[in-house]
């Protein structure tokens, strides 16, 4: 008998992990077709499409998966998905917007009303926090046996627009469309 609870054993943990990992590569998979709809299959020139794909290699999702999703993707998928934004207060009058991607509207929308009420906020209009709020791309960078100074010129020079060293690791800010060709000029660099 402790033959077969061993098996049973392993074969839970497996789907448990196997589980997670499909729930992740789905997810990365619904935002690069997404990503494909808006802006085109070809990374080079869409750059949330190159994040996307640098996040699904980090993930450890097959490169064969990624190009099907492109090619899925460009070619008329069924189910379309799109990318909504709702706004809303949280507890104590804290200003949320939170990104979705959906396939049906109307059961996403339900879902956030219920979860803003169930946590003690309240869903807002289409405006109400988002004047307070920018969109930015943040790239973190090592400054182990490195010059912030030097580190500062590089990023700046490549079209950073701002600059914060700490001790162990500096920030690097930009705009959301230059944020890969940042990326790859500070990689190009050594950073």
């Known amino acids: 008998m402790s033959g077969h609870s061993k098996w049973n054993n392993i074969k839970r943990k497996k789907e448990k992990t196997d589980g997670a990992r499909a ?22 020139s869409n750059s949330k499409l190159a994040a ?29 998905y799109e990318a909504i934004t ?13 990104e979705t ?17 169930k946590f003690g906020g309240n869903l807002g209009q289409m405006g109400c926090v988002s004047f307070m709020f920018t969109q930015k ?15 500062m010129m590089d990023a700046l020079d490549a079209g950073a627009d701002d600059f ?13 469309e230059s944020f890969t060709a940042v990326c790859e000029a500070l990689e190009q660099k050594g950073y």
């Open 23 to 44: 729930k992740v590569f789905t997810k990365i998979g619904r935002e690069i077709s997404v990503a494909v709809k808006e802006g085109g299959g070809n990374p080079a």
């Open 52 to 80: 996307l794909i640098a996040k699904a290699k980090a993930n450890s999702v097959p490169n064969d998966n990624i190009q099907r999703i492109i090619k899925r993707a460009e070619g008329g998928d069924k189910t379309e």
């Open 86 to 98: 709702y706004e809303g207060y949280g507890p104590g009058g804290i200003a949320v917007m939170v």
């Open 101 to 117: 991607l959906t396939d049906n509207r109307n059961r996403t929308a339900a879902n956030m009303r219920h979860y803003f009420d």
């Open 137 to 151: 791309g943040v790239i973190v960078v090592d400054l182990e046996d490195k010059d912030p100074d030097e580190l």
């Open 164 to 176: 914060d060293a700490g001790e162990d690791a500096a920030e690097v800010t930009t705009s959301p």
